[in-house]
């Protein structure tokens, strides 16, 4: 572990060992903007049904995209100490990856506020790959849900946070 590491933190936590939510009323409201993805992959049968929109539940790229944007709005009644925000914009995109046989999900959240938007964009991501999970389960039940991270941050005092 680095030094910088070791000096860290952890945010959620008061000196007792308490989970607190984070006091943001100090700091200036500012534009942020968070970028997660993830995938599932599936069997090539899958994908296929996927495209051709032949499962049996309805469109699956669709429903899941509803499913991503409703899950980033409701992200503070799932994760306990995460702060209610008001969402400027919410987009998740779902593209097929027929060569790794997987659906692709990327959410990117922006709000101008107090407080980032990482996790909005990461239950957005997670909520899209299991509603893809659940509509096709009944013809690929071996289906894996993988990579869901963080892939780009901007906006408040940490500044810009980028990886591929």
Known sequence: MSKKAAKKKLTHFDDAGNAIM???SAKAAT???AVAKGSVY???ATLKLIKARKVKKGDVLAVAQL???QAAKRTPDMI???HPIALTSVKVDLALDVKAKAV???ATCKVTGQTGVEMEALTA???AALTVYDMCKAADRGMRISDIRLVKKSGG???TFEQK
């Open 42 to 44: 599936m069997e090539a």
């Open 125 to 127: 991501v997670s909520a």
């Open 104 to 106: 692709r999900i990327t």
């Open 22 to 24: 984070v006091d943001v």
């Open 31 to 33: 534009p942020r903007e």
């Open 67 to 69: 499913a991503g944007i």
């Open 80 to 82: 306990p100490l995460c």
């Open 157 to 159: 005092k940490s500044g």
